[in-house]
C-alpha cells in the first residue's frame, strides 16, 4: 500500500462586494469611452438632440452595496457654459443583474455662483458587459421638463420646445492598472 497524497485545488478568495457589480474599487471612464445625449421631446417628437461632453465619469464600488456610487459631470453647448450632474444615491440591481437601477441627484450649477439645485431622477441601466475589473452600461434618465428648468434653471432656445427631456449615457467603467 502506498500513501499518495491527492491533488489540492487551489480556491480562489471568496468574493467581496456586490455580485452584480465588478470588485470593489475605484472605476473611471476613460476619455471617450462615455456618450451622454441630450434630447429635448415635445409629446413624440424631438426638438432638440444634442451630444454632451463627459468631464468625469467614476463608479465607486463598495465592498457592502449601500455604499456604491455611480456620478457623472457633463458639460456642453445645450448647458451655455454650465454643468450638468448626477450622483447616485444607491445602486440596486432589477431582475438578474442585467439591469441597475440608479435613483439619485441631477443638478445644475448655478450660472451665477451660486448654489446648485437638486432634482430627484432615476437612471436605469443595462449591463451590457460586466467583468472583475470593468463595467460597461447603457442607461438613460427621463425628466420632465417644467420642473426641471423651474428647480435647476436649465432653460432651452423658445424655438426648442419641450415637455420633457431624456439624458442618455453609455459608459466604460474600467479600474486603472
Given at each position: ?25 475605484t ?48 458639460t ?102
Open positions: 500500500m502506498t500513501t499518495e497524497s491527492l491533488p489540492t485545488a487551489v480556491l480562489p478568495p471568496p468574493r467581496t462586494g456586490p455580485s452584480w457589480l465588478p470588485l470593489p474599487g472605476y473611471t471612464a476613460a476619455p471617450g469611452r462615455c456618450i451622454a445625449e441630450l434630447t429635448a421631446r415635445l409629446g413624440p417628437l424631438p426638438t432638440l438632440r444634442r451630444r454632451l461632453t463627459a468631464e468625469q465619469a467614476g463608479l465607486t464600488v463598495a465592498p457592502d452595496a449601500e455604499d456604491c456610487v455611480l456620478s457623472l459631470e457633463l456642453g453647448r445645450p448647458l451655455r457654459g454650465r454643468t450638468l450632474g448626477f450622483v447616485s444615491t444607491s445602486i440596486t440591481p432589477e431582475a438578474d443583474g442585467s439591469r441597475l437601477s440608479v435613483p439619485g441627484e441631477l443638478a445644475l450649477d448655478g450660472a451665477d455662483g451660486s448654489d446648485d439645485a437638486f432634482v430627484p431622477a432615476e437612471l436605469t441601466l443595462r449591463v451590457v458587459d460586466r467583468a472583475d475589473d470593468q463595467l460597461l452600461a447603457l442607461g438613460a434618465l427621463r425628466l420632465p421638463y417644467g420642473p426641471l428648468r423651474r428647480t435647476t434653471g436649465l432653460t432651452l432656445p423658445r424655438t426648442r420646445p419641450a415637455d420633457r427631456i431624456r439624458l442618455l449615457v453609455a459608459v466604460e467603467f474600467t479600474c486603472p492598472a
